[in-house]
């Protein structure tokens, strides 16, 4: 199983960012499981951002990005979205997207239950 994240950058303040993770594997089901985004700043533990269910019909965020950030998933394209509006230095981090092999499972907000992981994607905001 791999995830592929993209759509790093460096944005100014107040910008805009969207980034995607692309899911391929031949024994992962991407439509079946929930997925979720994380961020490690530097010098700080890897934190919980944003959340998908398997259908897609559930979401939740940690309250930092709240009503800023929007997670998404395209089933068909087997890739899940972070739209990322009104960004502040403070968002500056390394974002990894996450799997859970959990069938059918619901939103998940700890680390500790994701099964795969991106090799993360940087972005930057400078004030």
């Known amino acids: 199983v791999q995830l592929q994240a993209s759509g790093g950058g460096l944005v100014q303040a107040g910008g805009s960012l969207r980034l995607s993770c692309a899911a391929s594997?031949?024994?992962?089901?991407?439509?079946?499981?929930?997925m979720g985004w994380f961020r490690q700043a530097p010098g700080k533990e890897r934190e919980f951002v944003a959340t998908?269910?398997?259908?897609?019909?559930?979401?939740a965020y940690a309250d930092s990005v709240k009503g800023r950030f929007t997670i998404s998933r395209d089933n068909a394209e087997n890739t899940v979205s972070l739209q990322m509006n009104s960004l502040k230095p403070e968002d500056t981090a390394v974002y990894y997207c996450?799997?859970?092999?959990?069938?059918?499972?619901?939103?998940?907000?700890?680390?500790?239950?994701?099964?795969?992981w991106g090799q993360g994607t940087l972005v930057t905001v400078s004030s």
């Open positions: 996450a799997g859970r092999l959990t069938m059918y499972g619901p939103v998940w907000f700890e680390r500790a239950g994701y099964d795969y």
């Open positions: 594997g031949r024994t992962f089901t991407f439509s079946r499981y929930p």
């Open positions: 998908i269910n398997w259908r897609g019909d559930s979401t």
